[in-house]
DNA sequence: TTGTAGGCGTTATCAT
DNA sequence: ATGATAACGCCTACAA
């Protein structure tokens, strides 16, 4: 029952009559040890059961190999493409992954900041909690250089990089659809303002109504948080009112898919009465009827060029990003559930 | 632009002419140092911005308070949640999770483990890939008595815990359902049946069809890799069968969900002409149309239930659990999509 | 081509 | 109540 030691490059050394030194060096492929030597290292290495010790190995280099992930959450379908994405950059390029979900708390987010500067991770991959108005808990990485990429959910900071998509253009697109589809009393469900994400659709949303010469109506914004269950609610307070609107720009599928479904339970026809929008090109917009029209971007690949960046800052120490901000393509994605003309 | 050195225990005996053995001991609040000296030491290592050294700290202790875990794919709803589960367990007390998907690739699970046990985490969380039909990558564990936790997806190991529901029971009663709505001709889609949730849940579908007389046939199984679109294409394979089958049971929700759609495109009404039930309780269910019956059961509880397993295993070293199988509730949750008779 | 020595930051042991 | 020392496993500057 009792643990067996750890099998060491000492024990390698003894059994083969040379030093550490030279088992350390024949490990990592050292150009100027002996192709014979190395042979016998590995094999004996092999035969015994060695694993080079992470840990021994961070601490003396002073670099861990690791990166850091903090989320929101982990269980929404663009959040863990998002995840696979990074683990597929990642991976590939050796480098291992610790992860924690804030649950939308900023205090739980600089909790787990604290522990993986602990961890010293190499590097940092963050998308804000709603509610993280400032990036003061980052201080200790930034004082120490050590490279914070922020993707989706961020703020600007002169020492980090931000990856995300045009969010002002692609809520732009989303409300002149429906405008272009003769929608003119447009609601907007979307979450607190404090996030770029949601205060840039806004202003998308704005400014394409102000291009339309449509009055911006405050009462014709409604804050959330973005839940299925959020949409439901809305979805009472929507059929409360005296005039109904005739489309709804959500910030988020599943809230839109709550939304429409409870509509829908109360005779409202979609798009018909009312047409709908959404955000992310969940695959729950290809099954809801009608199918939801969304903006696409794909978290995999946002996921991806976060690691990728991060990858090249670690390992290149003279690699400065040319710009402080990526955006990545988005589109939308035109289906039934705003097609009020009918057209495909 | 440099990095700034790190702070350690000496920079504060230092400063506070007493050891590094003292300070050591006041941050760990141990009760042989006084309230005064352990206050000057708490304070100073404040100002200074003072943070353990995880890996230091790993390296003596033997201990890294870290858990590993691999999963076949990060990106589906049920995954997600059960490591949420875990993340909400594990970090409650102080753990932290480095994460890996083996992309349901048997080999890829392979070096994954390699990696984790590099990383000497003090446990492994583990659902295994779809082609996994043995253990023995796991042997550098279970060698050094480090637990290793499966879920779901599970094998039996003398020196490992398996935390699942009753696949079987749970198919059986998915299975009975139909037969009871009517339903003769039962297809069931499904994974293959190397591991245990697809065995056991081919098995309770027998068992069901067996119990009421009615014959099983080999062409009524098939085996996908339960992706939505591999729902798609059975439902092209299906519609191509002389005599449809009248009643579908699905190993998992989003395939399910591929092929209803792909039917009911080509005018098959569920459940009249079929009728459906599916697995997991995942969200898209109740927005298909009709709702599709699923058996229920929580990633997250799952994730908890697992990440304190393994905590008490690793905190208790005389810990030995009474049991080597943990089985969770699951139930059927019935739903229009399999409701022939109408009958609510 | 290989070896020696010292140190990365922490903590347990044994003193004082 | 506090301190000196060694050790965890590895790597690198320097030496041979």
Redesign the pocket.
């Known amino acids: 029952m009792a643990n067996e030691?750890?099998v060491?490059?000492?024990d390698i050394?003894r059994e083969l009559?040379?030093?550490?030194?030279?088992v350390?060096?024949?490990?990592?492929d050292?150009?100027?040890?002996?192709k014979?030597?190395k042979k016998k290292i590995f094999d004996l290495a092999e035969r015994l059961g060695?694993?080079?010790?992470h840990f021994?190995?961070s601490?003396?280099?002073?670099k861990t190999n690791t990166f850091g992930i903090i989320v929101p959450r982990l269980n929404s379908h663009f959040m863990s493409s998002v995840i696979a994405g990074i683990e597929n950059a990642a991976n590939e390029q050796g480098f291992s992954l610790l992860i924690a979900q804030s649950s939308e708390s900023s205090e739980k987010e600089a909790s787990s900041v604290r522990t993986m500067f602990d961890s010293r991770v190499d590097g940092l991959l963050v998308s804000l909690a709603v509610d993280t108005t400032d990036l003061s808990h980052f201080e200790h990485f930034f004082k120490k250089n050590i490279p914070v990429i922020f993707f989706d959910r961020v703020m600007q900071h002169e020492n980090s990089v931000n990856i995300l998509i045009d969010n002002r253009q692609a809520a732009y697109n989303a409300t002149r659809h429906l405008i272009e589809q003769g929608c003119r009393r447009i609601m907007h469900i979307t979450a607190p303002t404090l996030q770029n994400v949601y205060k840039d659709r806004l202003k998308g949303y704005k400014e394409a109504l102000g291009e339309h010469k449509i009055k911006f109506r405050e009462d014709y914004v409604v804050i959330t948080n973005l839940s299925q269950e959020a949409g439901a609610e809305v979805a009472n307070t929507i059929l409360k009112m005296k005039t109904l609107p005739d489309g709804i720009f959500v910030s988020n599928d599943s809230c839109a898919v709550g939304c429409m479904l409870a509509l829908k339970e109360q005779g409202i026809r979609i798009p018909e009465d009312i047409a709908f929008v959404g955000f992310n090109n969940d695959p729950v917009t290809k099954v809801i009827e009608p199918h939801l029209t969304t903006i696409n971007y794909s978290g995999y690949e946002m996921g991806q060029v976060a690691a990728r960046h991060l990858i090249n800052h670690v390992r290149d120490v003279s690699f400065v990003s040319s710009t402080n901000t990526i955006i990545l393509r988005s589109e939308l994605m035109v289906r039934a559930s705003s097609l009020k003309q009918g057209r495909k």
Chains 1, 2 share one sequence.
């Open positions: 030691r750890e060491t490059i000492y050394a009559n040379i030093s550490a030194t030279t350390s060096r024949g490990l990592q050292h150009p100027t040890i002996s014979k030597t060695y694993r080079s010790n021994a190995r601490l003396r280099n002073q």
